[in-house]
């Protein structure tokens, strides 16, 4: 399916972004942590690539570490990348806002938001929503 494809692709870039903002990590550790989080088979030939893309854009950057014998390379966000990602994080909010927003419910009494159910009474004439039989009555 070209669209799940797609989907994975942008939630492995999301996801990497997100990931490294929280702390820096190399390859095996985002692939591993990427296969937990999906259930799907990431590959390598995924990750590096973005990394390097990222790296060319100046968002992440690479520095060697020796792990006991082998020699691995930490990716971090830079200044950039950090600014980049809480854009991103803060678009991403937006977009959920976005697709939940319009099926909230604030009581009229506390203001809390019911994203399903909650109380209705007709209030002088008009019909306000609550989020419970409590806020309804004290209203």
């Known amino acids: 399916m070209k669209s799940e494809e797609s989907f994975l ?25 990427l296969r937990g989080i999906t259930g799907k088979n990431i590959s390598a030939g995924q990750i590096y690539p973005l990394l390097k893309e990222l790296e060319r854009k100046r968002l992440v950057r690479t520095q060697p570490i020796k792990d006991g014998k082998r020699k691995r390379n930490v990716y971090s966000l830079t200044a950039e990348g950090k ?20 099926r909230l419910t604030v009581c009229a009494h506390c ?5 399903k159910g909650g109380f209705g009474k007709v209030v002088k ?15």
Do not use: W
């Not at 692709?9 to 942590?33: C, D, W």
């Not at 203001?111 to 994203?115: P, Q, T």
């Not at 004439?125 to 209203?139: E, I, L, N, Q």
């Open 125 to 139: 004439g008009r019909r306000k929503m609550f989020c419970c039989r409590y806020c309804a009555g004290h209203y």
């Open 9 to 33: 692709t942008n939630m492995t870039k999301f996801y990497v972004i997100t990931m490294l903002s929280e702390k820096p990590a190399h390859g095996y550790q985002i692939i591993t942590r």
């Open 83 to 102: 600014t980049f990602s809480s854009g991103l994080l803060a678009r991403f909010s937006e977009l959920v806002d976005a697709a939940i927003k319009p």
């Open 111 to 115: 203001g809390c938001n019911v994203y």
